[in-house]
């Protein structure tokens, strides 16, 4: 879409005395050849703040929307996360999720050393058997 130039000040002046005088958008978007949506928005800015005059802005638009900016926030979460997972080719030897606690379960198996210890002793104890 095409930028157009803006309507000069004297323009939208007489856009709005004509309207004060009780032509339609249509009416008067055809004798001052301007579209009638362009009428219709300096008539809705000029009953809101009675002013015709271009307003300041709040600043630099978003490069990025908000939906943009949660669904990165999202990826580099998610990439984090997963990030400590051993690749197949890079590492043959590994499994693939070995190391990887679920959020939803909770580890199975010893919660120190010192047990892990008593599992492994008692283990090798029935294989000498």
Not at 52 to 62: F, I, V
Not at 85 to 104: I, M, T
């Amino acid at each position: 879409m095409v930028k157009t130039k803006e309507l000069s000040e004297d323009t939208r002046n007489r856009i709005v005395d004509l309207h004060q005088a009780g032509k339609t958008e249509s009416a008067i978007g055809k004798q001052l050849d301007v579209k009638k949506s362009t009428v219709g928005a300096i008539i809705r800015k000029w009953k809101t703040y009675k002013t015709t005059t271009n307003l300041p802005r709040s600043g630099a638009p978003r490069k990025i929307s908000a939906r943009g900016v949660k669904m990165i926030t999202r990826t580099k979460t998610f990439q984090k996360s997963w990030s400590g997972l051993a690749s197949p080719r890079s590492q043959p030897h590994r499994k693939p999720l070995e190391g990887v606690e679920s959020p939803c379960c909770p580890p199975t198996g010893p919660k120190n050393i010192t047990a892990l210890e008593e599992i492994c002793m008692e283990e090798w104890a029935t294989y000498q058997q």
